[in-house]
């Protein structure tokens, strides 16, 4: 498997990861990878009312590039922002009630466990 194959392998498995936490803390999935010619937000999920874009960031352990949670940097931070906005002119909606989250998975090696999950409500 080529490399980019096993990191969106990786990616894949941490969404599904993601959404069944999400889904088991009552909230409701609204969109998955979301895309637009601005970029693309992993889920998008309704949170008791409160629209939520979660972006999800998955590692392997004792990766070379840091950890899932800093590797959303301002720059990713700002075109999650800019994808929102297209997304709620999309529906109509404005920005009154929204919220962005980060989630933060690392897995083990053989990809067989999660090893530590993290998420951070209002991340940016």
Same mark, same amino acid.
């Given at each position: !498997?080529?490399?980019k194959?096993?990191? &969106?392998?990786?990616? @894949? $498995?941490g969404?599904?990861?993601?959404?069944?936490y999400?889904?088991e803390?009552? +909230? @409701?999935?609204?969109?998955?990878?979301?895309?637009?010619r601005s970029g693309e937000?992993?889920?998008i999920?309704?949170d008791?009312?409160?629209?939520? $874009?979660?972006?999800?960031?998955?590692?392997?352990?004792g990766?070379?590039?840091?950890?899932?949670?800093?590797?959303?940097?301002?720059? @990713?931070?700002?075109?999650?922002?800019?994808?929102?906005?297209? +997304?709620?002119? /999309?529906?109509?909606?404005?920005?009154?009630? &929204?919220r $962005?989250d980060?989630?933060?998975?690392? !897995? /083990?090696?053989? !990809?067989? /466990?999660?090893?530590?999950? @993290?998420? +951070?409500?209002?991340? $940016?």
């Amino acid at each position: !498997m080529s490399e980019k194959d096993q990191r &969106i392998q990786t990616g @894949k $498995f941490g969404e599904d990861a993601a959404c069944d936490y999400l889904i088991e803390a009552d +909230y @409701k999935i609204v969109e998955r990878n979301w895309r637009c010619r601005s970029g693309e937000i992993d889920i998008i999920a309704d949170d008791a009312g409160r629209l939520v $874009f979660i972006e999800v960031r998955t590692r392997k352990t004792g990766g070379r590039f840091g950890t899932a949670a800093e590797s959303v940097d301002r720059r @990713k931070q700002q075109q999650v922002r800019d994808t929102a906005q297209v +997304y709620l002119r /999309s529906i109509g909606c404005s920005a009154e009630s &929204i919220r $962005f989250d980060v989630i933060a998975i690392t !897995m /083990s090696r053989q !990809m067989d /466990s999660i090893l530590e999950y @993290k998420h +951070y409500e209002g991340a $940016f």
